[in-house]
């Protein structure tokens, strides 16, 4: 071993060791009781930090004294590969992407969409009845005693290992393009993701399944909102329209829980700052895959299979330093019932994410938000008719109108897409005609 290689073992070593111990001794000496979110949040972050910053720091380190270049052996081997990635040419990519593109027929077309549609459905909905089960309910046990479960975070953690073994599985089945992005690029998006599926699960302690569907589908208004000022984007006519709409409905909504004299969950400022949370991270996360999606062309499960392997690393990390795998283990052997909803939840979650793959590159983003769109309709019935929320008169409106501004959207996108197609098209033919012109 060189003196490069003594160095970033010190790295790894030192620091991770380090920065463990000091995120113990921190859990040891903050109180967290059922309420303290922002405490869960701050220990959550600090176990992150055991394997992130360390890893930052290897980082600079190769890069700065040029350790991927020079070095050899199978520490140089490992770090180029979680920090250099594969400089290959993307032709074996090409000859499976041309493999796959078969032509199908009218009938095959409506069968698979049929299958989408039904495969996202029952997966999601069963996914939000059992999430809001898990974080918002008492089990039961055979000596008749009721407790909560109270931890999202191990939720996330068995979520993400399930799904890294389905990618894995679907990679060892199907081939795959040759990996060639660094691995450390999936660590970004795979701790967004960490933190918006904690900030999904956390809110259900302060605001009712209702309120987070629809505040999730009202991320257009960020999203805008942050366009505008941070970029400088322009949005069409019916954008604003649309974001006015889901205002109005919210307002609509959360008007009429508040004159429901059977309030079953009381939206706190915690709730609403815990959802925000939710947009910010979630958007961040779908910005950057698709980043990687285009200048790496990794498959949907070698995606599925890096944002999940830093999921699992991470969360774990932070569960062992919380001491939250022990008693997690002691509530699924005292609770059996919320053993097989952990398993079908996790299930659910991972065949989603093959569905929405699948949708997006058969029959692209428009198809895929109509179904999840008509999902949410379904979620938020659901939950009503089951869970017995209290919905007035006032946030019926508001729900319609809210759904009503989002097909409102997506039928405005479709027309407009429409349009400069065929504009694009017009002015293809027109310039194809005049050269012919020109030619004789």
């Not at 970033?8 to 920065?19: F, H, P, Q």
């Not at 290959?88 to 000859?95: P, S, V």
């Not at 062992?320 to 509530?331: A, C, D, E, I, R």
Request: hydrophobic share 45%; aromatic share 12%; proline share 2%.
């Amino acid at each position: 071993m060189n003196q490069q290689e003594v160095k970033l073992s010190s790295i790894l070593l030192g620091w991770g060791v380090g920065l463990y111990l000091l995120s113990y001794f921190l859990q040891s000496l903050l109180s967290q009781d059922e309420n303290s979110w922002f405490v869960s949040l701050l220990l959550n972050v600090s176990g992150y930090a055991t394997i992130l910053l360390p890893g930052y720091l290897c980082l600079r380190y190769v890069r700065d004294s040029g350790y991927l270049d020079r070095g050899t052996g199978r520490l140089a081997s490992v770090m180029r590969l979680l920090y250099q990635g594969r400089q290959d040419t993307i032709e074996a990519e090409e000859l499976i992407s041309q493999d796959n593109k078969v032509s199908r027929t009218a009938l095959q077309d409506a069968a698979q969409l049929a299958l989408c549609g039904v495969g996202l459905q029952v997966s999601y909905l069963t996914w939000g009845l059992l999430q809001e089960k898990i974080m918002t309910r008492e089990y039961v046990d055979s000596a008749g005693q009721t407790d909560k479960f109270s931890d999202a975070q191990f939720l996330v953690f068995v979520n993400r290992i399930l799904a890294f073994a389905v990618a894995l599985l679907a990679m060892m089945l199907r081939a795959q393009p040759r990996h060639k992005a660094p691995l450390y690029k999936y660590s970004y998006c795979s701790l967004s993701n960490i933190m918006s599926s904690w900030c999904q699960y956390e809110a259900l302690k302060y605001v009712s399944f209702p309120t987070q569907v629809l505040a999730k589908a009202s991320k257009i208004i960020p999203v805008m909102l942050m366009g505008k000022v941070v970029s400088r984007k322009t949005y069409e006519f019916y954008e604003y329209i649309v974001a006015v709409l889901i205002s109005l409905g919210m307002v609509a909504f959360l008007f009429g829980k508040g004159e429901s004299s059977r309030s079953d969950s009381v939206t706190t400022a915690s709730g609403v700052l815990i959802l925000i949370g939710y947009m910010a991270f979630d958007s961040f996360t779908s910005n950057w895959q698709g980043q990687l999606f285009s200048e790496y062309k990794v498959s949907k499960f070698q995606m599925m299979a890096g944002v999940n392997l830093f999921s699992c690393l991470l969360t774990s990390v932070s569960l062992l330093q919380q001491g939250v795998f022990l008693t997690s283990l002691v509530f699924m052997s005292q609770f059996p019932a919320f053993v097989s909803d952990c398993v079908i939840l996790s299930l659910c979650s991972a065949v989603g994410q093959i569905f929405i793959y699948h949708t997006i590159s058969t029959f692209g983003p428009v198809v895929f938000t109509i179904i999840m769109t008509i999902r949410q309709v379904f979620a938020v019935v659901l939950s009503c008719v089951f869970y017995g929320h209290a919905v007035s008169a006032t946030s019926l409106i508001g729900i319609f109108i809210i759904f009503f501004a989002l097909f409102l959207k997506i039928y405005c996108a479709y027309k407009i897409k429409q349009r400069r197609k065929a504009g694009a098209g017009g002015v293809k033919s027109g310039s194809s005609g005049g050269a012919g012109v020109i030619k004789a």
